[in-house]
């Protein structure tokens, strides 16, 4: 089969120096994608900057901007039977780039913010993706009613949460403890593991999702 992987924090330029961003290391999303390379899948990782190396063999897209990351997945995804969005992207970008570095003037500067598009919300409303999706749903609370809320809304067949106010797991550390929301209404709690572990076996649960014909 062939999955297409989101990874890795996005950036939004304010001015030519400074960026808005977030703590993702890209480590979970290269975890799958290498993961699912070993598996014997095809992958294309679409991935933000991190300090990561990408694996070889498989078709690696890097981008920097939330927009960046939806034009990729828009013009590949329809190549892929699978589709898992890890990536931590920023919800909202600076309203107005600043053609030259924003000098230090007054007390306070404030910066305009506009919404992002929702890169996992237009796999099927937009892009019209008919493969299997998997969504992740980063939480500091409430982690299964948000998590469910992403699944129905965003029309995936799995989400998969984490609490994402522990220092020990989830974003820039080498551990993860994931729970498993199904479209089928079933749950499944993994536990505390290295993300290289959590990746082999998302994907052997992904891949037992998939029709018989796709695999
Ligand atoms: O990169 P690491 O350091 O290894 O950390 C891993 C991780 C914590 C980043 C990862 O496990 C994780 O939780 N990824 C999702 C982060 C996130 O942004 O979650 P969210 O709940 O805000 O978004 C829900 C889903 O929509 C995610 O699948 C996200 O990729 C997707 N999304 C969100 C916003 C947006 N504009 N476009 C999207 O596609």
């Known amino acids: 089969m062939h999955f297409l992987v ?7 330029p304010i001015d030519p120096v400074r960026f808005l961003s977030n703590r993702s290391s890209g480590k979970m999303g290269y975890a799958l994608a290498e993961a699912a390379l070993a598996a014997g899948h095809t992958v294309t990782l679409v991935s933000g900057p991190v300090a990561l190396t990408a694996p070889e063999g498989l078709t690696f897209v890097p981008v920097e901007t939330a927009q960046e990351m939806y034009d990729a997945v ?3 995804i329809h190549d892929a039977g699978v589709a898992i969005f890890c990536a931590a992207v920023a919800d909202y970008r600076v309203a107005s780039i600043a053609e030259e570095k924003i000098k230090k003037s007054a007390d306070e500067l404030t910066l305009r913010l506009v919404q992002n598009p929702d890169i996992l919300g237009s796999a ?8 299997l999706l998997v969504g992740f749903a980063a939480e500091t609370n409430d982690l299964a009613r948000h998590a469910l809320d992403k699944l129905r809304r965003k ?3 799995l989400i998969v949460a ?7 797991i989830a974003f820039d550390c080498d551990f993860n403890e994931v729970s498993l929301f199904f479209a089928d209404g079933t749950r499944e709690d ?3 593991l290295t993300k290289h572990e959590i990746a082999a076996a998302l994907i052997g649960r992904i891949v037992a999702l998939a029709p018989q014909e796709r695999q």
């Open 162 to 168: 984490n609490d994402v106010s522990r220092r020990d």
């Open 6 to 12: 989101t990874a890795g924090p996005t950036r939004e």
């Open 74 to 76: 828009a013009t590949r």
């Open 124 to 131: 099927r409303s937009v892009f019209g993706f008919g493969g």
């Open 190 to 192: 993994l536990p505390f």
């Open 155 to 157: 029309k995936c067949d």
